[in-house]
């Protein structure tokens, strides 16, 4: 969404980064949004509607081109163990595998893949921010399309207990408390 883009692009100005590379990745769809005969054949009740197949193997496949273009030794992701039990492909067995075939596609040049975060929960992720002085009232977890968090949507209501379960100020300006 443009919001997140917006976010991305001031947190970059901020960040020691050469160049921020934007990709194109609109043709990816949540299964939500495949043809009513896949979901009929392939999905189950408890499918996530949010889930976009090969997702994360896009992304990192494409992250491993430009850093190898760079000469980059690695490129990292920000899940967190909160993903590990609803996104399949961000987990240490996805990520060794993923090694394996970016090892495979570029003998000439391994490209590593970091999930830093992996092993903390987003509380303790936002703590680490702080510690840190990450810009962290530069970021955006809203699914609308407000010029400002709605304050209602899965994205607002996690973000909105992170920061009390952390025991931190949640200095984001919402339409709606």
């Known amino acids: 969404n443009d919001r997140e883009l917006e976010a991305v692009k001031r947190i970059t100005s901020q960040a020691v980064c050469s160049e921020l590379r934007i990709v194109d990745t609109s043709f990816l769809r949540e299964v939500v949004d495949f043809p009513e005969a896949f979901k009929q054949r392939r999905l189950t009740q408890e499918t996530p509607s949010v889930i976009i197949p090969f997702r994360n193997i896009i992304f990192y496949s494409i992250a491993a ?83 400002k968090h709605c304050g209602k949507c899965p994205g607002c209501l996690s973000r909105k207990a992170v920061f009390a379960n952390a025991g931190l100020v949640d200095g984001t300006e919402y339409a709606e408390a």
């Open 65 to 147: 081109h430009i850093a190898l273009y760079e000469e980059a030794d690695n490129v990292a992701g920000g899940h967190t163990s909160e993903d590990l039990s609803r996104i399949p492909d961000v987990g240490p067995v996805f990520v060794d595998m993923l090694e394996n075939i970016l090892k495979i596609s570029a003998p000439f040049g391994c490209v590593r893949v970091l999930t830093p975060l992996i092993g903390m929960n987003k509380v303790e992720v936002v703590k680490l921010g702080v510690k840190l002085n990450a810009p962290l009232s530069l970021t955006w977890s809203c699914w609308s399309v407000l010029d």
